[in-house]
Every structure is written in C-alpha cells, then in structure tokens.
C-alpha cells in the first residue's frame, strides 16, 4: 500500500472485483423462440419488438435475446479470466446455429465490469478470444467504478482489510 503526500492511503491494481457476462442478440424481426431453438439454450431474458416493459410506460423498439450470468463476486469465486473461459463453454459450438444467428441478427458478447478501486485489470484467454472469433460475436466492455463509501466504511460485501 502506498502513502501519498497528502497522507492518504491509496489501494490499486490487481483483479476487477465483479463481472457479468451476457450474450446479446438483438434486431428488429427476433423472434426469441427462434434463438432459443437455434441454440439449444433457454433466455434469461428476452422481449419481442412491439411489446411493452414491466411496468406498460415503454414499447421496446427492437427483439432481444440475453443470456447472463449475473454479477459475480471475482474477488471470492473464480477469476475473471477463469469465470469468462467457463461462460464462453456454456455457448453452444456448433457453427450453424451462428451463422444463421449472426446472419439476421446482432450478436455480441457483453462483459460489464465493477471496480472498487482504479487500475483494475484481467486478461482474456486465446481461447475465449478464438471461440468468439469462430462464432463471429463482437465484444462489448462496460465498467463501473463503485468506490467505497465517502465516510470511509467499505461497500457491502468488500471485505479487504483496512489501515487505521
């Protein structure tokens, strides 16, 4: 840990502290019952162009198809760089259902990231990167910065040890 001349004392680097991962297939005629056949895989969410959100305030301009993970907790489970390899073998390996996906539709992998701290970092393996590649599914990055708390008490769950 480093002490600045203001005598503050600044933790930094290392791993992001969540992550979730998402395959996002969106476009104008999604039918997500055809994504859901074509790739084997039930949504986690989903919605057709026309339909209305929960609370019926706001009509959805395109179809989506997602299929998420949820925010995991790196900092206790696996690595970003273990979580992302695992998410990447979920996604079925066939070509066909790609092709025929990634030709009426936009597919992309979605990687949202949540630092408590600056200079966080992880690396992507050759295999996620070639997987993806062979899919044709585009890489989306998303980062949150979510410091702890002004009054100095860490954010729920962070549980780092603290200097006095």
Sequence with gaps: MEISDDGLAYLCGGEMD????????TSDDLDPKDITEA???????CHRKGQTNR????????GRWQLSTGRR??????????????????????????EQINSKHNAR??????????????????FALSELGR????????TYLEPD????????????PRSA
């Design 55 to 62: 609370t019926g305030k706001a009509v959805y301009k395109f």
């Design 39 to 45: 790739l084997g895989v039930e949504p986690t969410y």
């Design 135 to 142: 899919r044709g599914l585009r890489l989306h990055f998303d």
């Design 109 to 126: 992998i979605m990687v949202t990231l949540w630092m408590r701290t600056w200079n966080r970092e992880f690396d992507l393996s050759s």
């Design 18 to 25: 969540f992550a979730e991962f998402c395959l996002d297939i």
């Design 149 to 160: 708390d002004p009054a100095g008490e860490p954010a729920e769950g962070d549980t780092r």
């Design 73 to 98: 907790d790196s900092r206790s489970r696996s690595s970003v760089y273990e979580a992302f390899d695992a998410f990447i073998r979920t996604l079925p390996g066939a070509e066909a259902p790609w």
